[in-house]
């Protein structure tokens, strides 16, 4: 049971343009969500986190949206860059541990 | 700061042979977390382990095994290995656990023969 999703594989957008990267989760109970990007043969890096307690979370180019009550994230990349491009993962926790679950990523492409 | 790493980056094994990877978190962290990735089933959770305890564990078989060491170390073991055991083993630390994000090492590459 895939209970954190990203539904598009791929994205592909312009330079300069905005990236907007989608995830569903199915748990009421997780209320804490993370955005990672990862490139090739590297570990997934930390971008930015919301807490069920907000509604969005701004760290530069990046915001992530959450809409507890269509279970729904987004992340924002404006201006987005071709050095972003990689797959983003977003991730879920709740309860008392920091076990993590994954989406199946994203892979953004950013063209020049 | 250094980041988390993991040693050594890649490894070839044979079916039946087992493996011990090793972790050495961000100073000062003191939960570590494991994780596999494959192709088909994304990042999935092994365990956890702070203050050289395991507070949480995957759906994985008991041939995957850890530990946590006093100065926060942790090292993974998968005995009998089997050629699906191929994957990327992430190590992540993170402060003290709930509410902070997981910092990743590099991983080590596995593959099983």
């Known amino acids: 049971d895939q209970q954190v999703k990203q539904n598009s594989p791929s994205l592909s957008v312009q330079e300069g343009r905005i990236s907007i990267l989608n995830c569903d989760y199915t748990n009421s109970m997780f209320d804490y969500f993370l955005w990672y990007k990862k490139y090739p043969a590297e570990g997934p890096t930390f971008l930015i986190s919301?807490?069920?307690?907000?509604d969005k979370n701004e760290d530069g180019r990046f915001t992530v949206f959450l809409n507890k009550s269509a279970k729904h994230l987004s992340l924002h990349i404006v201006p987005s860059q071709p050095g972003d491009s990689a797959v983003y993962f977003c991730a879920a926790h709740g309860g008392a541990t920091n076990k993590l679950i994954f989406g199946t990523g994203t892979l953004l492409a950013v063209q020049p | 700061k250094a980041g988390v790493t993991q040693t050594p980056r890649y490894l070839i094994k044979t079916r039946g042979q087992q493996v011990t990877l090793s972790c050495s978190p961000i100073?000062?962290?003191?939960?570590v977390s494991w994780y596999q990735q494959t192709p088909g089933q994304g990042l999935q959770f092994l365990f956890e382990y702070f203050s050289e305890t395991q507070r949480n564990k995957g759906n994985f078989p008991g041939r995957f095994s850890g530990r946590q060491f006093s100065n926060s170390r942790s090292e993974m073991n998968v005995s009998t290995l089997e050629l699906g055991d191929s994957a990327l083993y992430l190590c992540?630390?993170?402060?003290?656990?709930?509410?902070?994000?997981?910092?990743f090492g590099n991983g080590t590459r596995l593959t099983v023969t």
């Open positions: 100073s000062g962290h003191r939960s």
């Open positions: 919301i807490s069920s307690i907000k």
């Open positions: 992540a630390s993170s402060p003290r656990g709930r509410d902070s994000p997981l910092h």
